[in-house]
């Protein structure tokens, strides 16, 4: 039995989501344990393309038990879009998708109170989606949110909403001369949220803990990246949610000790969305070629990405923080191109070289990249089924990015479908799932 988390090792974006669907046929379960509808993970099928905002990326293999976690926030009208459209596309939600009765609701308010702070923040602007999720950790962490429970029962949540919609509207109506908000009209519209919902809603601690009691494997999928977490993240410039690891355990009520390891995923470049320090940003023409070949752009908002070199500076701080047993390297084929590679090994700062990445927001801020040039390969890596098929240069390049890391890679993605994807010699995976080597060859 092996229970795996998942996890970005970077800002978001990795990859993550065709990681998990590549794992997916070997684990009985996928739980998804923090984050909301901010948070997009794309997985390619054949010629199908599924964006995935809430529901775990497991759901798309028949049979697999899918579980939004107590971690998550709900925004419960973009969840349902979201279930009727896998629906309307032949997948099975009924018996497969579980949802904690103690999963905080995005209210109506939230978005407006998202979008009305980012517009007061000028240049120190964080870049939300403006979906209300911050706004919905705010309450959570506040001790006045409303859980998926709540809505179940009428006469409280309709106590819970009057409370919260005179604060809200207050805060609306005189902090940002914003639109403010009737209870009635947030009550009929999700009472028949309600009714869709219901039959979903259940104790996934307990659920989870009785399937692994029954020797069920779980996989546990985080969104967003460790540079993004409410804690270890660039904060402020960070989601609102525990992103790495550590997140496994108090977005699912699952214990840590019946967690076995945490596989990594990081781009074989970098990227992040939004405001903040972005120490192996490029510029110019490279940083349009890379965007442009590796289509950076928002799966949920379609926002351009700010590309750079990969960063191992981050790339340490994530195995550390995480404790990550393997990463999995994803759009290799990306950088197919590029006569020179640059990989940032350390961070100048004030005539040091800084090779532990440095919790002080000025730091980072004012840091600039100490670089090692590599040089590129000029093929194609695309649908590489074996290392051995990789360019020289290549593998060069993935063997000086294990040994910056100081753990070895798993998998290596080079294209969106499933099967663009090589299985490294010796791969950490192997132990967790011996049968990955079968279906990846």
Same mark, same amino acid.
């Given at each position: 039995?092996a229970?795996?988390?998942?996890?970005?090792?970077?800002?978001?974006? @990795?990859?993550?989501?065709?990681?998990?669907?590549?794992?997916?046929?070997?684990?009985?379960?996928?739980?998804?344990?923090?984050?909301?509808?901010?948070?997009?993970?794309?997985v390619?099928?054949?010629r199908e393309?599924?964006?995935?905002?809430?529901?775990?990326?497991?759901?798309l293999?028949?049979?697999?038990?899918?579980?939004?976690?107590?971690?998550?926030?709900?925004?419960?009208?973009?969840?349902?879009e979201?279930m009727?459209?896998?629906?309307?596309?032949?997948?099975?939600l009924?018996?497969? !998708?579980?949802?904690?009765?103690?999963?905080?609701?995005?209210?109506?308010?939230?978005?407006a109170?998202?979008?009305?702070?980012?517009?007061?923040?000028?240049?120190r602007?964080?870049?939300?989606?403006?979906?209300?999720?911050?706004?919905?950790?705010?309450?959570?962490?506040a001790?006045?949110?409303?859980?998926?429970a709540?809505? !179940?029962?009428?006469?409280?949540f309709?106590?819970?909403?009057?409370?919260?919609?005179?604060?809200?509207?207050?805060?609306?109506?005189?902090?940002?001369?914003?639109q403010t908000?009737?209870?009635?009209?947030?009550?009929?519209?999700?009472?028949?949220?309600?009714?869709?919902?219901?039959?979903?809603?259940?104790?996934?601690?307990?659920?989870?803990?009785?399937?692994?009691?029954?020797?069920?494997?779980?996989?546990?999928?985080g969104?967003?990246?460790?540079?993004?977490?409410?804690?270890?993240?660039?904060?402020?410039?960070?989601?609102?949610?525990?992103?790495?690891?550590?997140?496994?355990?108090?977005?699912?009520?699952?214990?840590?000790?019946?967690?076995?390891g945490?596989?990594?995923?990081?781009?074989?470049?970098?990227?992040?969305?939004?405001?903040?320090p972005?120490?192996? @940003?490029?510029?110019?023409?490279?940083?349009?070629?890379?965007?442009?070949?590796?289509?950076?752009?928002?799966?949920?908002?379609?926002?351009?990405?700010?590309?750079?070199?990969?960063?191992?500076?981050?790339?340490?701080?994530a195995?550390?923080?995480?404790?990550?047993?393997?990463?999995?390297?994803?759009?290799?084929?990306?950088?197919?191109?590029? @006569?020179?590679?640059?990989?940032?090994?350390?961070?100048?700062?004030?005539?040091?070289?800084?090779?532990?990445?440095?919790?002080?927001?000025?730091?980072?801020?004012e840091a600039?990249?100490?670089?090692?040039?590599?040089?590129?390969?000029?093929?194609?890596?695309?649908?590489?089924?074996?290392?051995?098929?990789?360019?020289?240069?290549?593998?060069?390049?993935?063997?000086?990015? @294990?040994?910056?890391?100081?753990?070895?890679?798993?998998?290596?993605s080079?294209?969106?479908?499933?099967?663009?994807?090589?299985?490294?010699?010796?791969?950490?995976?192997?132990?967790?799932?011996?049968?990955?080597r079968?279906?990846?060859?």
């Amino acid at each position: 039995m092996a229970n795996i988390v998942v996890v970005g090792t970077q800002w978001g974006d @990795e990859g993550k989501g065709k990681v998990v669907d590549v794992i997916t046929p070997h684990v009985d379960v996928v739980v998804r344990y923090q984050g909301g509808n901010n948070a997009g993970h794309t997985v390619v099928v054949g010629r199908e393309k599924y964006v995935l905002q809430s529901i775990p990326s497991g759901i798309l293999h028949r049979g697999c038990r899918c579980v939004v976690g107590c971690g998550v926030v709900v925004d419960p009208g973009s969840l349902i879009e979201e279930m009727e459209s896998l629906v309307q596309r032949g997948v099975t939600l009924d018996g497969n !998708l579980f949802i904690s009765k103690n999963a905080h609701l995005i209210m109506p308010y939230h978005p407006a109170l998202d979008r009305a702070s980012e517009a007061k923040l000028g240049k120190r602007r964080i870049g939300t989606t403006g979906k209300g999720v911050g706004p919905a950790y705010v309450d959570k962490a506040a001790r006045v949110g409303i859980r998926m429970a709540d809505l !179940l029962n009428e006469p409280l949540f309709r106590e819970k909403l009057e409370l919260n919609v005179a604060q809200k509207n207050r805060l609306l109506r005189e902090i940002y001369d914003a639109q403010t908000f009737t209870v009635e009209e947030i009550l009929n519209q999700y009472l028949r949220y309600a009714g869709w919902l219901a039959p979903y809603v259940t104790d996934t601690a307990l659920l989870l803990t009785r399937w692994i009691d029954s020797g069920y494997k779980v996989l546990f999928e985080g969104a967003q990246g460790t540079m993004l977490d409410v804690d270890h993240g660039t904060y402020p410039y960070i989601t609102s949610s525990s992103t790495t690891a550590g997140g496994a355990a108090t977005g699912t009520g699952v214990p840590p000790t019946r967690i076995h390891g945490v596989l990594g995923v990081s781009k074989a470049y970098t990227t992040r969305v939004g405001g903040g320090p972005f120490p192996s @940003e490029m510029s110019g023409a490279i940083a349009e070629h890379i965007r442009a070949r590796g289509n950076e752009y928002g799966a949920v908002t379609g926002r351009p990405r700010r590309c750079g070199w990969f960063d191992a500076v981050v790339g340490r701080y994530a195995v550390r923080i995480n404790g990550l047993d393997t990463v999995a390297l994803t759009k290799l084929d990306v950088l197919d191109q590029c @006569e020179t590679i640059k990989v940032c090994t350390g961070y100048r700062y004030r005539g040091e070289i800084l090779t532990d990445f440095p919790e002080d927001e000025t730091v980072v801020g004012e840091a600039e990249p100490a670089y090692e040039e590599l040089e590129g390969w000029g093929a194609s890596t695309r649908g590489a089924k074996n290392e051995a098929d990789l360019p020289a240069k290549a593998r060069r390049y993935l063997e000086r990015l @294990e040994e910056l890391l100081g753990v070895p890679f798993c998998l290596i993605s080079t294209g969106a479908q499933r099967d663009e994807t090589i299985l490294c010699e010796d791969s950490p995976l192997l132990r967790w799932f011996p049968s990955v080597r079968s279906s990846l060859l």
